[in-house]
Every structure is written in structure tokens, then in C-alpha cells.
């Protein structure tokens, strides 16, 4: 069982910056695909920005540009950057990864991010 704990989201002034982190019990080296998902409330699901094959960054088109996932090996951990925030990025952000190719999704507790002045 793969254990995700993403960092704390928070309140920020369009404009602003913040930075989530979601460390993993173990996989990141080896992960088929990784990334965060985000929910905002009377929306669907959305994909926000995904790793796969280790390599292929793909990010939804509203933050292309403003946001930016990486990943850390030695530290079993991946990141959202996000820049220049917009009211319309509040969501709960979720990390996700799969560790193999085949093997199941594990996901991150939510984070809450609002975006306001």
C-alpha cells in the first residue's frame, strides 16, 4: 500500500504563488504516472498537470504556462508549482500515482487551495 501526504494548501491573493508537495511512501522512481487532479466545488474532476511514462508532462490548457509539476527521486516526492493564481483555481488539489504499469491509482488526502483577496 502506496501512502501519499500532500503538504498544506492555504489562502492566496490572485496573483499570488504556492507550492504543493506530495510525498510518497515509495514508487516515485519507478512510477508509471504521477500528477494532481483538482476539484472545485459544483464542477467535475479535472485533470491539472500529469507525468507519465516518467518523462511526458501534459497539463490542462487554463494552467499552461502558470503552473509547472516536478518530481524529486531522492525524495519521494512530487511538486505543483503554481503561479499567477486565479480565483477560478480554488479546488481541492489531489496527488496521484501509480506505481507500475497495471498497478492501482493512489491517491494523496486533498489539499485545500483558495484563491482570494
Known amino acids: 500500500q502506496v501512502r501519499l501526504v500532500e503538504s498544506e494548501g492555504g489562502l492566496v491573493q490572485p496573483g499570488g504563488s504556492l507550492r504543493l508537495s506530495c510525498v510518497a511512501s515509495?514508487?516515485?522512481?519507478?512510477?508509471?504516472?504521477m500528477g494532481w487532479y483538482r476539484r472545485a466545488p459544483g464542477k467535475q474532476r479535472e485533470l491539472v498537470a500529469a507525468?507519465?511514462?516518467?518523462?511526458?508532462?501534459d497539463y490542462a490548457d487554463s494552467v499552461k504556462g502558470r503552473f509547472t509539476i516536478s518530481r524529486d527521486n531522492a525524495q519521494n516526492t512530487m511538486y505543483l508549482q503554481m503561479n499567477s493564481l486565479k480565483p477560478e483555481d480554488t479546488a481541492v488539489y489531489y496527488c496521484?500515482?501509480?506505481?507500475?504499469?497495471?498497478?492501482?491509482?493512489?491517491w494523496g488526502q486533498g489539499t485545500q487551495v483558495t484563491v482570494s483577496s
Open positions: 496521484y500515482l501509480q506505481t507500475s504499469v497495471g498497478a492501482p491509482w493512489y
Open positions: 515509495e514508487g516515485i522512481v519507478t512510477a508509471n504516472a
Open positions: 507525468i507519465s511514462s516518467g518523462i511526458i508532462t
